[in-house]
């Protein structure tokens, strides 16, 4: 490859498990069948392009630590462009199909928003020529609505209408490079889509807003001829204490409310879940059993930290139990595993970045080797089938189908003498998951 960026950095190749090579894969194979589709088919990485390119290391309490190739040059638009070119370079000697974006990850903000479409059109017409020879494709595009200070009260809840349209300008022309780049999916991320306090809040008001942001961008979706999915990423707390995306089930209801549900569905990070006090299986489990599992922010949190720490994922009983209630969705259609992880601040080097994404890649390979092996002996499903046999009974049916009344059920139990249902076995179950890790 000429005029490498990241020029130390080799081809990252399958070597095996008994590898003891930093720079390759022991467990990712992506020409591997597991069931009848390849790793990489099942898989669907994508690098974040705004931690991986742009994240420097930084923290309340200090500095940047990050050494980039790029950190000598000055002129924002010429750091642009060597981003750009460092994206596809990494992910395709990562064998990474996929990268995502925000709108100002890729190109600075002018002093105009009409500047800031001409810088974003520069940059998007080099992906558009680095895609002619490469392999990289746009799993999903966005807007950042959260880092300006204009945006302080939100974007999309703002109570400041020129806020509010600002927001609708930078979305509607994310939407257009989205499409031209041929992204998959569109992702709705409401950073400061919430409140500190009620003193000073219209609640309604704010909802009702988002709401009819939301379907403006689905109507333009439809103007332009954009036929990607759309997604929205829940988070509770951090930046904003009240968010209105907090969990799967609190945008789910949002979604029914405003008659979104046709056109959205989740993109759920697994920090975002344990933040909200729940587990990312238990997001992934609702979203998927309520017909919304769209795509994954694939990272982990510290739990000694109360805050999106964006961890690369290393537990293997945590991608297992993911790859489990993905492979139960049918996959990831056209969602993926997005790296929204960065290097820990002391990890500086480019080296650092890469060994990050092999050891999460890792991580979900054996993840979904475990998780199909359950599933292909049902050992899990067969428990559970059993568990709840006493609904297959005709009493049972009648309460699925909503012919049961109270009475009815009272009376099949009235003279009965005490009766103990059978035990959960919640440590046997859970050391057969271990058994399959």
Known sequence: MSNEVFSNIPEIKFEGPDSDNSLAFRHYNPSEKVGDKTMAEHLRFSMAFWHTMNGGGSD??????????WDSVSDPMEQARIKMRGIFELTEKLQIPFFCFHDRDIAPEGETLAKSHKNLDEIVGLAKTLMKTSKTRLLWGTANLFVHPRYMHGGATSPDLKVYAYAAGQVRKALEVTKE??????VFWGGREGYETLLNTDMKKELDNLAAFMHMAVDYAKEIGFD???LFEPKPKEPTKHQYDTDSATVYGFLEKY???PHVKLNIETN???LAGHTIQHELHFARINGILGSVDANQGDTLLGWDTDQFPTDLYVSTLMMYEILKNGGLHRGGLNFDAKVRRPSYTVQDVVEAHII????????LKAAHSMLTDGVLEDFNAQRYASWNSDLGKKVAQGKATLAELEKSVLNDPVHVPASGRQEYLESIVNRYI
């Open 60 to 69: 309340p309490f200090g500095a940047d630590t990050a050494q980039r190739p």
């Open 181 to 186: 780049l041929g992204g998959e999916n569109y």
């Open 228 to 230: 990607g999915q759309f």
């Open 259 to 261: 008659d979104l549900l």
């Open 272 to 274: 975002h879940a344990t």
């Open 360 to 367: 999460g890649m890792d991580s979900f390979a054996r993840g």
